[in-house]
Structure formats: structure tokens, C-alpha cells
């Protein structure tokens, strides 16, 4: 995969906004019969170090995760505080927000997709790794987040 710029493409996980994850967890529960997964919040910012456009970014959001095979459904309700997640409800509503993909060598493939007109557009830590939006939605119609975790 030489000219493959994230080095692998297998999807990982789709992310949807959602104006109200308890109301929408519940829907995709009972549609697949399965329990509805915990709610939490992503961490503050002094755990996530999170950027948006470049600048430090204190937005949070109520995450809760659906492991569909190999295959992982995201729900994502934001807070109010700018970031990828609130200006996509803003403008767009709820939906599809991204499609992700695990990857090694964060700070390469980022530099790699910059290098494509794809930009960054916000970034930041959890417990075990970090994430990068990258804005592909000229060249793909859609944002790529790339997953990298730790080593174990």
C-alpha cells in the first residue's frame, strides 16, 4: 500500500452528531437488540489537549459507543463550545460526521494528508491515544478521523 496515505483501509468506526445521545442510543439499541452502552463525557482539557483550528479547544461531548463486529458506531453530542462536533450540528444537523480508521505514525499521516490540501482540523488525547480530524470533505464528502493507540 505505498500510495495509500493512511498506510491501511480498513474502517474503523463511523461517528454520527446527535442533537440528544440518550434519546438516539436508545433507538440504536433497540434496533439492534443489544444493550445500550454507557454514556460519558470526552476528558477536560487539561487531560485531552485538545486543538481546534489550531487553538487550544475546551469542548467536550457525550460520547457512547455501539461495537458492531469489526465495526464501532460512535454517537457524539457536543456541548456548546466551538469545535468540529458543534459546528457540524450547527450547520449541518445531526448525521454522519466522520468515518475512522486506525492508524500507526500519527504525526506522519498527518503530514502526509496536509501535504493533499487535507488539513487537521482538530486533534487531541484520550486515555490510551490520540485522534486527528482531518478536513477531507472536498476530496471525500465526508471527514477522516485517524485513531492511533499506544502500544500495549
Known sequence: MS???LGTNVV?????????IEKT????????????PNIF??????KSKAEY???????RAKLAFFNMGSLQLELIEPDEKPSTWREFLDSKGEGVHHIAFTID??????????????PCIQKGEYE???YSYIDTVKQLK??????ENDQK
Open 142 to 147: 465526508v471527514l477522516i478521523e485517524i485513531l
Open 3 to 5: 500510495n495509500n496515505y
Open 105 to 118: 505514525g500519527m504525526k506522519e499521516k498527518i503530514n502526509i494528508l496536509n501535504e493533499h490540501q487535507m
Open 41 to 46: 463525557w470526552t476528558d477536560e482539557w487539561d
Open 25 to 36: 442510543s436508545e433507538a440504536y439499541a433497540e434496533f439492534f437488540g443489544v444493550d445500550k
Open 12 to 20: 474503523s468506526q463511523i461517528g454520527l452528531i446527535v442533537q440528544d
Open 53 to 59: 483550528k489550531g487553538e487550544p479547544c475546551e469542548a
Open 128 to 130: 490510551g491515544g490520540r
